[in-house]
């Protein structure tokens, strides 16, 4: 069966769509993750404010020998600063994620360059673009997830060392 130009270029705005819809759902994900950071972020903080506080009276660092309380206190304060470095790497700005493409660009490119070219030729080119920066994306959410996943270990690590200090 052939495809009519009319089918080429409904086959390719599926594409182009589906790519764009790809990379919204990444930018919320990008957005759900740093709002999780941040709320592991603050539950790390009211931690060592309630219970660091109370940790480091019970066993004072000046005074802090190699025994469980001591070491407990330093784990803890290992793990709110492991935390909180986790959560500014989540938060810092990146930019390396490409969420949509530059429409000077795409005018240069498709319109007015040397490459110039008919629609459906411009459709394909930006949903291989939309798959491409899909792909670099996902792997920079990854590691997002991952840093995501080891601040809220070092959270709960710091909030059991200072438990085990007031225990």
Do not use: C
């Amino acid at each position: 069966m052939t495809q009519t130009p009319e089918d080429k270029l409904e086959i390719v705005k599926i594409a182009l769509e589906e790519g764009r819809k790809g990379l919204g759902d990444q930018d919320a994900t990008v957005a759900s993750i740093r709002q999780r950071s941040v709320w592991i972020g603050g539950l790390a903080g009211l931690v060592a404010t309630f219970l660091g506080k109370e940790a480091i009276k019970v066993a004072p660092i000046n005074q802090l020998a190699f025994s469980v309380d001591g070491i407990s206190v330093w784990v803890g304060f290992v793990a709110l600063i492991i935390t909180i470095g986790l959560v500014i790497d989540i938060l810092r700005p990146r930019g390396e994620f490409r969420f949509h493409n530059s429409p000077g660009k795409i005018l240069d490119q498709f319109l007015n360059g040397p490459h110039a070219t008919n629609l459906i030729k411009t459709y394909e080119e930006l949903a291989r673009f939309a798959e491409q920066n899909y792909q670099n994306n996902q792997a920079l959410i990854d590691k997002l997830f991952i840093r995501l996943f080891f601040s809220g270990i070092a959270m709960i690590v710091e909030f059991i060392a200072w438990l085990i200090v007031l225990a």
